[in-house]
C-alpha cells in the first residue's frame, strides 16, 4: 500500500472557488490519522498555503513555489532553492514597462507586484495573503525563489519562447496554469522537491501517489508510483501524459473519490 500522498492545489486539491471541500478534508485526515504521510506541492507561495492548511484542519508538509521551498509540518525550513541575483535583475529588467503581463516576485516572506492587480487576489481570499506593489529593482536580489508572470496564454506563450532562448540551463521555466508562466531556479520543480522531502522521512518517491493538473506537476506526476492527471488538467499536460491515470474533476472532489477507491476508506 502507498505511504504517501502528494497534491498540488489550485485545480487539484481546491474547487475551482479555490476552496477545500469537506470530503476531501475529512478523507485526507482519515488518511494522515492512520500513518499516510500527506504532502501539499504548488506553486503558491509559503504564507498563502499556511493560510490554506489551517482551514484543512491538519498539519502536513508544504513544498511551495513549485519546489523552490520546502517545510515541514512545524513550518521549519527543510531546504530552498533561490534564483542567482545577477538573473533575478535580469528577468525584471527584461520585463520593466510591459504592459502585456505582470511581474510577481517571491520571496521567503513576501510577494511583489509592480502594480495593482487586485483580480490576483481572488485566489487568496481564504488565506487573506496579500501582495506588495514595489519597484521591482529596488528588492533584495538575494532571497527570490520564483517569478511568476501572469497574463493572456498567447503573450506567455511569446515569453515562454524568449526566456528559453535566454536561459537554455538556467533556469526552470514551466506554466503552472495557462495564464501563468514561472521561473525557478535550474531542476527546481515538484518533483525533484519531493523526493527530497520524503528521503527526510525515510521514505521514496515510488512509495508515493500523486494528483495534478498543471505542466509544473509534470515531474511529479512521473515520478511518483502513480501520478493521476486531473480531468480539468491542462491540454499540454494531458498530452505529456496521455497513458496516466485520469482523476475526476476537482469540482467533483477527484482527488478524494480516487483515494477513498485506493485505500478502501
Not at 502528494?6 to 476552496?19: A, E, K, R, V, W
Not at 490519522?33 to 498563502?48: E, L, N, Q, S
Not at 501582495?131 to 527570490?144: E, F, P, Q, R
Amino acid at each position: 500500500m502507498y505511504k504517501a500522498v502528494i497534491s498540488d492545489l489550485d485545480g487539484t486539491l481546491l474547487n475551482s472557488q479555490h476552496q477545500v471541500s469537506d470530503l476531501t478534508r475529512t478523507t485526507l485526515k482519515t488518511l494522515i490519522d492512520g500513518g499516510v504521510k500527506f504532502i501539499v506541492a504548488t506553486g503558491r507561495h509559503i504564507i498563502d498555503v499556511q493560510g490554506i492548511r489551517q482551514t484543512m484542519g491538519f498539519e502536513c508538509e508544504l513544498i511551495t513555489s513549485n519546489g523552490a521551498l520546502v517545510s515541514a509540518a512545524d513550518d521549519s525550513l527543510l531546504f530552498q532553492y533561490t534564483l542567482a541575483p545577477e538573473m533575478a535583475a535580469d528577468l525584471i529588467r527584461l520585463s520593466d514597462g510591459n504592459a502585456d503581463y505582470d511581474t510577481n516576485i517571491y520571496t521567503r516572506n513576501d510577494w511583489y507586484l509592480a502594480r495593482e492587480v487586485p483580480e490576483l487576489l481572488e485566489f487568496h481570499k481564504d488565506s487573506g495573503f496579500l501582495y506588495t506593489v514595489a519597484d521591482l529593482s529596488k528588492i533584495d536580489m538575494t532571497g527570490i525563489h520564483k517569478f511568476c508572470f501572469t497574463g493572456e496564454h498567447e503573450t506567455l506563450l511569446g515569453l515562454e519562447h524568449i526566456l528559453l532562448e535566454r536561459y537554455p540551463s538556467q533556469a526552470s521555466i514551466v506554466f503552472s496554469r495557462d495564464d501563468c508562466l514561472e521561473v525557478m531556479a535550474p531542476n527546481v520543480n515538484k518533483g525533484n522537491s519531493a523526493k527530497e522531502a520524503l528521503a527526510a522521512f525515510g521514505l521514496d518517491i515510488d512509495d508515493a501517489i500523486a494528483f495534478g493538473d498543471g505542466m509544473n506537476d509534470y515531474e511529479m506526476l512521473s515520478m511518483a508510483a502513480r501520478g493521476f492527471v486531473m480531468n480539468n488538467a491542462t491540454e499540454r499536460l494531458k498530452r505529456a501524459l496521455p497513458a496516466h491515470p485520469v482523476a475526476a474533476h476537482c469540482d467533483d472532489d477527484g482527488v478524494a473519490r480516487q483515494l477513498i477507491e485506493i485505500f478502501g476508506l
